[in-house]
């Protein structure tokens, strides 16, 4: 038994850690803001616009 309480305290030991490191975290560090540019190619984009010509079975739809 004495094992088990050892381990439990020494597991909440180190959940006190993470727990104190991301409030320590939260205080001290504030993000940058960025601007940040993502490029598409002109097939992705062409793809994209065109026009949905429905589903590509020949049946008629119900």
């Known amino acids: ?16 850690l993470a727990y104190g490191g991301m409030i320590a975290l939260i205080a001290y560090v504030q993000p940058t803001p960025k601007e940040v540019t993502v490029r598409i190619s ?3 984009l ?6 949905d010509n429905g589903p590509l079975s020949p049946l008629p739809s119900p």
């Open 42 to 44: 002109t097939t992705d």
């Open 46 to 51: 062409l793809r994209a616009s065109a026009p």
């Open 1 to 16: 038994m004495p094992t088990l309480i050892r381990l439990l305290v020494a597991l909440l030991f180190l959940a006190g």
